[in-house]
């Protein structure tokens, strides 16, 4: 069974920025795309950031220049860099990764925007 372990969230005040981190279980190389969601309260699950086996992004449109995904190979591992952070940036981050045959999910990490 695939594991995917976030880490990275906190407390951050608006402006600042995070790094989350989603560790695989596994090689990531196993993954055909990768992705971070984000649930925010009273909102529904969305897409903030996604990246292929080949390096192709996509983000959600108002996401575009603060936040940057990327993978490390050679770590298994995710990443997204979040700057400029705003508190509607607020949500709990959600790690997917997509094989051919399954997706799985990571537990999750709160990120809180707050002065």
């Known amino acids: 069974q695939v594991q995917l372990v976030e880490s990275g969230g906190g407390l951050v005040q608006p402006g600042g920025s995070l790094r989350l981190s989603c560790a695989a279980s596994?090689?990531?190389?196993?993954?055909?795309?990768m992705g971070w969601y984000r649930r925010a309260p009273g909102k529904e699950r969305e897409l903030v950031a996604g990246?292929?086996?080949?390096?192709?992004?996509n983000y959600l449109d108002s996401l575009k220049g603060r936040f940057t995904i990327s993978r490390d190979n050679t770590r298994n591992t995710m990443y997204l860099q979040m700057s400029a952070l705003q508190p509607e940036d607020t949500a709990v981050y959600f790690c997917?990764?997509?094989?051919?045959?399954?997706?799985?999910w990571g537990q999750g990490t709160q990120v809180t925007v707050s002065s």
């Open positions: 990246i292929t086996s080949g390096g192709v992004t």
């Open positions: 997917y990764a997509r094989t051919k045959w399954s997706g799985y």
């Open positions: 596994e090689s990531i190389f196993n993954f055909n795309y």
